[in-house]
C-alpha cells in the first residue's frame, strides 16, 4: 500500500469516528423519572424537556442537566431550639419535596445538592420561628386525649399535664409545611409534607426528665404490686375458709358414719345378749380379765363378787 491510500485510509477513519462523536453527542435519552434543561455556553435553551424518549441537541456546543420527577427526602440535622414558655429541647424534622419548575430550579439552586442546602434554611428556620411561638405541650401534643402520668406526662411538668391543646403537634408540622412551601416556590421546589420526627430536652434537662419517668414507673409498680398482695390475701383467705369447711364437714360426716356404726354394734351386741344372757356375760367378763389382769396382778375380792364367780368355777 502506498503513502496516497494510507493517508486517505486515515482521513475516513477519522471522518467516522468524528462523525461517530458529533451523534453521540448530539443524542440524549429522557426517562419516565427524569426532566432535562438544556443549555449553551452554560445559559438555559428554552423549557424543561419533559416528555420520555429520544432527543437531539447541538453536539458539543449544549449540553444536558437531568433532574428528577420523583418526590424526594430531606433529613435535618437536630436543632436546640427553646419553646414559648423558656423548654429548650431538640426537634428533629423530615420533609418531601420535588422538582416542580427545573428551569427555574436549576436557575437559583443548580443541583439537589444546592436545593438541600436551601432546605436546611428555610424549614429549619420556619420550624424555629413556629416552635418559639408556642408552648411545650403544644408541641409534644395533637388532641386533649386523656393519658396517664407515663411517657407522655414525663416530658412535661405534671402542671402542664392539665393545660388544653388549642393548636397541637399535627396542626404545627401543617403550620411550618404553609410558611416553608411559599419560600420553596421561588426556586422551583414544591413541598408536599413537613413533620417533627423527634422531640427530646437537652442533656441537662433530659436527666431530669429521665429520674421522673423512673419514679412514676416504680409508683406504677407499687401500685401492681400492692394490688397483687391484697388479691394474694383474698385468695388465701379464701383457700383458708374453705379448707376449714372441708375439714368441718369430714368430721362431721366422719361423727355421722361413727354413731351409726356404734348403734349398730350396740343393736347387735343387744341381739347376741337376748340369744344368750349368760355366754355373753362370760364373754364379757373374760375381755374385762384380759384388759384388767396382766401378769403378777394381784386382786383381793370377796366370794360373792361377780367378777370372782368364773375364777372360782375354774379353780373347781
Known sequence: MNTKNTTLLVVIIGALLLGLLVLLDSVYVVSETDQVIITQFGE????????????????????????????????????QIPTKDKKYIWIDTYCRWRISDPLVFFQRVRDERGAHSRLDDIVDGETRNTIAN????EIIRSSNRDFELTEDAALLDFSEVVGKIVTG????????????????????????????KRVNYVDEVQRKVFDRMIAERKRIASKYRSEGDGKSAEISGQKERELKRIVSEAYRKAQEIKGKADAEATKIYAQAYNLDPEFYQFLKTLETYRAALEKDTWLILSTDSEFFKYLKSAGR
Open 44 to 79: 438555559p435553551m428554552g423549557g424543561a424537556i419533559t416528555t420520555a424518549g429520544l432527543h437531539f441537541k447541538t453536539p458539543f456546543i449544549q449540553k444536558t442537566h437531568f433532574f428528577d420527577k420523583r418526590w424526594l427526602q430531606w433529613d435535618g440535622d437536630p436543632n
Open 169 to 196: 403537634r399535627e396542626k404545627l408540622s401543617k403550620i411550618i409545611l404553609e410558611n416553608a412551601a411559599k419560600i420553596t416556590q421561588e426556586f422551583g421546589v414544591e413541598l408536599k409534607d413537613v413533620q417533627v
Open 134 to 137: 408556642f408552648d411545650l405541650i
